[in-house]
């Protein structure tokens, strides 16, 4: 949710000035955010739309006091959305951000705010729906001016705002291919990437997990997907978004001739998940027959996400109704 609320608020405000990076806007956000961090004071007249890290990393100090009411309630939102609250304003500005972003999906929202708006309405539909509600090429190829403050930034700064220390994972260090499974479709590891680019230096590669860097200097496209490997349903919000997300980057790629490769950190749970959805979407197989194949084609395939498991029978039974009609 934080992060969605901050990589939301700066992508809105490229969007809604028709540009291909951050803006001075969201590059002075940012400032009050790092600045924080380093234990220096907001401006007394903080305004709301450079207020969002600084709402994210405050969460006892609370706004300066001679902010404006939209941004007292701009802080009020967010701390209380992070704690488990509904997303609420009292504030007519930020409320009508609210209303805007929990009616329309994210580009849509953005589109139809004014631009003073923008800002507003892409931190709210970060912040209620994540960095998932926000599709992965808006958020992905958005940068710094520079080019060097990327998603990845924003993930880090976002931990740092909350306190939160990035989890250390298990890591086999075992390359996993890449092997291409499908025609065009390439699948590996996090240590099979470079193995990929060697061979595909123009290709796209398609990152369901943090790719620690590995993926920079990529002459081809890259995109990172939000997915969180976890078998609570409430760990993916935007779970089928995500993953339409993910399929029509992989089609689109397929079908204009373009190399693509996906992978996750370990090439099996996440990695398998999307396969098990490609080859039902393909070959009208059921979630069975779709597991059987993709565990024959990618043997890393991985079962143990009960949630995502759901996730393949609801949309094998939903592509069988849908070939029946």
Request: with cysteine; hydrophobic share 40%; proline share 6%.
């Amino acid at each position: 949710m934080a992060m969605g609320a901050i990589t939301g608020a700066m992508v809105a405000d490229a969007r809604a000035h028709s540009s291909p990076t951050w803006t001075e806007t969201s590059l002075t956000a940012l400032g009050h955010g790092e600045s924080l961090l380093s234990g220096h004071p907001l401006p007394i007249d903080l305004p709301p739309e450079v207020a969002v890290p600084a709402a994210i990393g405050s969460s006892t100090a609370g706004p300066p006091l001679l902010a404006d009411g939209a941004t007292i309630a701009l802080f009020e939102t967010i701390r209380g959305a992070l704690d488990g609250d509904a997303v609420v304003a009292s504030d007519p500005t930020v409320a009508k951000a609210i209303d805007i972003a929990s009616s329309l999906p994210f580009i849509a929202a953005v589109d139809s705010a004014s631009d003073e708006l923008a800002v507003l309405v892409g931190a709210m539909s970060g912040l209620s729906g994540g960095i998932g509600s926000i599709p992965a090429r808006l958020a992905c190829t958005t940068v710094a001016p520079d080019g060097r403050q990327g998603r990845r930034y924003l993930s880090g700064l976002t931990l740092r705002l909350l306190g939160i220390e990035r989890p250390l994972w298990y890591d086999p260090r075992r390359r996993r291919g890449p092997k291409e499974v499908l025609p065009g479709l390439w699948l590996s590891n996090l240590y099979g990437v470079n193995g990929f680019m060697e061979a595909q230096p123009h290709g796209l590669v398609l990152s369901l997990c943090d790719d620690e860097g590995r993926v920079d200097g990529h002459e081809g496209e890259h995109l990172t997907f939000h997915l969180e490997d976890a078998p609570n349903s409430d760990a993916n919000p935007n779970l089928v978004n995500v993953l339409d997300d993910v399929l029509t980057e992989i089609a689109e790629a397929r079908g204009s001739g373009h190399p693509v490769l996906l992978h996750c950190r370990h090439g099996a749970s996440r990695t398998g998940l999307v396969l098990r959805l490609i080859l039902i979407d393909e070959l009208g197989l059921d979630a069975e027959a779709a597991l059987m194949e993709a565990q024959c084609i990618w043997p890393h395939t991985s079962t143990w996400n009960k949630a995502w498991n759901r996730e393949v029978e609801r949309r094998a039974a939903t592509h069988s109704r849908s070939v029946e009609s």
